[in-house]
């Protein structure tokens, strides 16, 4: 498996391109915005799209899934169906950030936990972490021991909860259930900023290192 990261909109979402390097089929896991963008990348890599995957509800992450979607004729998959009232608040929402004007959607598929998402001989797991949003899902590809988050959690960080649907507790026992157990060697791809790995973040980040929730 490759991956190339491409920040998008004004809030610098990584949107991420994955791809199979056997069969060059890929994947796009939050396109917020930028569309053309987008589309140079997947150009570059000279791979074929095949499905376009949405961690969660929010415009940063959803804003140019649909516009891809119709223009390379390939399926929204995800997020859980508990962001579907998200999607349906997108105008607003574009309005309030000051988005290009977004509609609203249901995507081609609502995806669950223990799902299992093929992208050419690759396959990603679909872990289901409420918390920052109710519907917000984590894809894991443990063959590269990689996983793709979200808003869920980032290096030294972890996600807001003060939007509409968000729960702390929900959050932090998402982190401790669903991503720790993924091994401390897996790194992940956050939805904002640097990359990281869990066996850091249990180690130093503050709101979820390991003295700290045990203490």
Known sequence: MKYQVVPVSAYRTNCALLWCTQSNRAALIDPGGDPELLMQA???????????????????????????????????????????????????????????MVEAFTPGRYLEEGDRIQVGNLTLEVLHTPGHTPGHLVFHNPQAGIAFVGDLIFAG??????????????????????????????????????????????????????NLLQG
């Open 157 to 210: 960080s972890v996600g807001r909860t003060d939007f509409e649907g968000g729960n702390r507790r929900d959050l932090l026992h998402s982190i401790t259930t669903k991503l720790w157990p993924l091994g401390a060697d897996t790194e992940f791809v956050p939805g904002h900023g640097p990359n990281s790995t869990i066996a850091r973040e249990r180690r130093l980040n503050p709101y979820v290192a390991d």
């Open 42 to 100: 997947i150009e570059a890599q000279g791979v074929t799209l095949e499905r376009i995957l949405l961690t969660h509800g929010h415009i940063d992450h959803v804003g140019a899934a649909m516009v891809l979607a119709d223009r390379l004729g390939v399926p929204v998959e995800g997020p859980h169906r508990d962001d579907q009232f998200l999607l349906e608040m997108l105008p607003e929402e574009a309005r309030t950030y000051g988005f290009p």
